[in-house]
């Protein structure tokens, strides 16, 4: 179910606003595990526990379609930097892609084992290295629950249908990494100029690769000291800031640099944790400006999302909702929106609602914060003709004269008409009258 979250705009900062009121209505979408705005945000893509995915227009918050391909719960959904296409990974041991402009003819792709993770590396329509003549593809990531991530394309065959056939296995024979843990991963992240790839794992590392180079490995980055488990690796829309989210319980921040050889490094930036209460975050990402960071309460019975300043670390506010666990949320690309999802399978929709300036419509309109008695003037209301209140005020005193004839009746007077006079009854006189 979707319920709607208005609120007031908060006064912390001029270019985001602060949800924090509800409403009671709702849209039927039972069971949602994890919910996913396209680029534009025009569409929220929701998954479900039961393997389908339901597209939402966010303008009417109508039910586009529904799409129904896995039989288990979905792990991921990935749009491509268009909005063209969508990606969704299940623990179904399979991978669907499904292009809205053919929404009846999706991909499926077999694994073997339950998926975690999928993205899209790869767009040759969306990307500005594409080739004019090269065939149009897509090459897909897809990590599994064990096991090494695999790149999967997409293109159409000879007789005209699409068929997918993986191509590289990314297997990290040169890491300095004996235990095989330190190479099960979790998570992936993509700049959006695609030109560095950002692997998350089981315990606590993170990789940086380069796609466009047989995905070397370019640098590596111990993020948790207890090897914690990295949940989610998430770059900003400028690539200059990297959000990692940790089972530590700490959100970190990194910058995006490189050393003399040109080559990455991750400095850290900040650290965001809640050092009272410990929570645990479900989700941890940058709002569009990228200024802010944004965490979601998990594993604990409250549905609170706090507002973090990403320059000095500084917790600026705090939106409490129900008392349910928060599992996912996201943040519309370009509105003060936000959508999370809770561990009942509902849908909240934070949002603005702006104060209605009535005085922009009326000038003399005034505004009065509360009701006043108003002395209604007699004639206040009365409607008059222009013609007869301009024949009125001009003839006021003038007296009607119902002797003189005009001269129309003059005229039939001089004709001479035979007019028969109006005359009373004679009066006959009877018996009962005598």
């Known amino acids: 179910m979707l319920f709607f979250i208005e609120t007031t705009q908060d006064a912390f900062n001029s270019t985001s606003a602060i949800p924090q009121a509800l409403l009671e209505e709702y849209l039927d979408c039972p069971q949602v595990c994890i919910a996913r705005f396209n680029p534009n945000g025009t569409i929220l893509a929701t998954g479900s526990q039961l393997g ?37 990974a299940s623990k179904d041991w399979s991978v669907s892609r499904w292009l809205l402009t053919d929404i009846d003819n999706p991909v499926i792709i077999r694994t073997n084992m339950p998926v975690v993770h999928c993205m899209i590396l790869y767009d040759s329509m969306d990307s500005p290295r594409c080739d004019a003549a090269q065939q149009e593809h897509v090459d897909i990531l897809s990590i599994p629950l064990y096991g090494q991530p695999v790149i999967y394309r997409i293109m159409e065959s000879d007789q005209g249908a699409k ?16 235990n095989p843990l330190e190479r099960q991963y979790t998570c992936a992240a993509l700049t959006h100029q695609q030109d560095r790839l950002f692997l998350g794992t089981a315990r606590g590392m993170v990789f940086v ?10 640098h590596t980055c ?48 900040n650290k965001f944790q809640d ?31 706090f507002i973090w300043d990403r320059h000095n670390g500084n917790l600026l506010h705090i939106l409490q909702g129900s008392k349910e666990t928060m599992d996912d949320f996201d943040w519309h690309p370009r509105k003060p929106l936000i959508a999370s999802v809770t561990c009942q399978g509902f849908v909240y929709i934070w ?5 209605e300036n009535w005085s922009a419509f009326a000038p003399g309109f005034e505004e009065l914060e509360e009701n006043i008695e108003y002395e209604e003037r007699e004639d206040e209301y009365d409607i008059y003709p222009e013609k007869e209140d301009d024949f009125k005020i001009e003839n006021i ?7 003189t004839l005009s001269e129309s009746e003059q005229k039939n007077q001089d004709q001479k008409c035979v007019q028969f006079p109006c005359l009373p009854k004679p009066f006959y006189a009877t018996h009962d009258n005598a």
């Not at 191509?167 to 024979?173: A, C, G």
């Not at 949002?351 to 104060?355: Q, S």
Request: net charge negative; glycine share 4%.
């Open 52 to 88: 389908y995915v339901s597209l939402w227009d966010t303008s009417t918050w109508d039910l586009v379609h529904t799409l129904y391909v896995h039989v288990a719960q979905i792990t991921n959904l990935c749009w491509s930097q268009d909005g063209r296409i969508l990606v969704a």
């Open 209 to 218: 690769m380069d796609p466009h180079k047989a995905f070397r490995i370019l």
């Open 163 to 178: 068929q997918y056939t993986p191509i590289h296995v990314l297997k990290f024979e040169d890491a300095d990494f004996d």
């Open 397 to 403: 005193d003038e007296q009607v004269n119902i002797v």
């Open 351 to 355: 949002t603005t609602v702006k104060k």
């Open 222 to 269: 111990r993020v948790s000291q207890f090897k914690a488990p990295i949940k989610e690796v998430l770059v900003d829309q400028r690539d200059l800031f990297l959000v990692i989210n940790c089972a530590d319980r700490i959100v970190r921040t990194y910058l995006l640099s490189t050393d003399e050889n040109e080559n990455p490094l991750l400095q850290i930036e």
């Open 275 to 305: 050092l009272v209460s410990r929570t645990l975050w479900s989700r941890a990402m940058f709002t569009p400006d990228g200024e802010f960071i944004v965490t979601g309460s998990g594993g604990k019975p409250s549905h609170d999302l």
